[in-house]
């Protein structure tokens, strides 16, 4: 990229690989559709919203799992040293919480971008909100997903020149 | 250089270890880089076996089994500028909508710790104290602004004294691990401390709900 080129916006990076799911929609529909289809075409992220389409919380498969598990985690030890017990507190543990609402353990307040944000504010965001994704919204409807490492594609494009590749030792 | 015979001559799965031993190489890095990149289809769940019960086959679920061995060790002496370059090599090549953390060992090929994405770029984007801290908006200054950090340290940024998984950690290990520890990817490590693969928490995800829903992965009524 030349000094002159205009910085890359939120449109430009966003990924239509994100879900869109009712907030009052349940964990185990989402933990299903976060594993449905090949590894490489599953949505890294799942938006949800209000009966009205407006954005009100996010999950990631790796909160969902956190969240999933956030009950049984306290019991841990005890459940370790009896596996039988194990067996059975884990599977019904996670057929309760699968029947949770979303809204029940989603993320909320997370940062937000708009389409013509630009690559500096998503950079900023990127190195303040230890957030994996962002998601873009549109007069409150979430539109598209910019994926953090989507950002730092776009800053070594911007950074790296070509005496820059490979590894210096 | 690389058909020198010199990459089946270092034998061994990773790139940095057998540079720092050897000699410097770019040519050599970047295509071992993408050699693991490309080494193989991630190792998703062990599918149940037929006619056992879904809850057998939920708690019979190793580390092993949800290991995936596409993943990138890097050198903890290494700079921001190595980094970036590196990561950006990976994303060309995998999912990025999964997290990658590049996982850092020393120079006795032993996992140290790891840096995240958020990291290196809040390390990039920093200000030095003599010049202006918000980040300029236009390209020039921007890239001038995460240039002038090429040269940090990445372990400055480092997360190290991370926890890690055995091979042969059971599902309740895996399961404990992930809701004591915020990481969507989880380091396993072989018997001489050496990282062995990673387990992505959506991997374990897609296991809990294959293993509930039985392997046909028919939705409950």
Sequence with gaps: MTESAALPRARDLMSERFLVVLETGTVGDVARAFSRGSPGTRPGVAFATDTQGRLVGMLTPAFLLRAILSVWAPRRFSIRTDLAATEEDLAALVRDRFALPI??????????VEPDDPLSR?????????????????????VGAVYVNDVALAAAQLALRPEDQGIAL | MTGTGLRERIGE??????????????ELALARAWSLVRAGPPVSARPAAPGSEPVEALTSLTADDLVSRRFLRFGHQHAMREALWLLSELLKH???????????????????GKITVDRILRELASAREDTEQSLPAES??????????????IRNVAITGMPTLERD????????????????????VDGDGRLAGTIDAAAVLGALTEALDGPSGKEEA
């Design chain 2, 140 to 153: 020039g200054p921007l890239q001038a602004r995460l240039r002038s950090n090429f040269t940090s340290p």
């Design chain 2, 169 to 188: 950690a059971g599902l309740v290990a895996v399961l404990a691990f992930f809701a004591e520890n915020d990481f969507a990817v989880a380091p396993v």
């Design chain 1, 103 to 112: 809204h029940d353990i989603m993320l909320r307040g997370m940062a937000e």
């Design chain 1, 122 to 142: 998503l950079l900023r965001l990127s190195g303040e909100d230890r957030a994996d994704c962002f998601p873009v919204v549109d007069n409150g409807t979430p």
């Design chain 2, 13 to 26: 799965d990773n790139i940095f270890y057998a540079d720092n031993r050897l000699f410097q190489s770019t």
């Design chain 2, 94 to 112: 995998t999912d990025a909508t999964r997290p990658h953390p590049l996982f850092l060992q020393d120079r006795d090929g032993r996992f140290y």
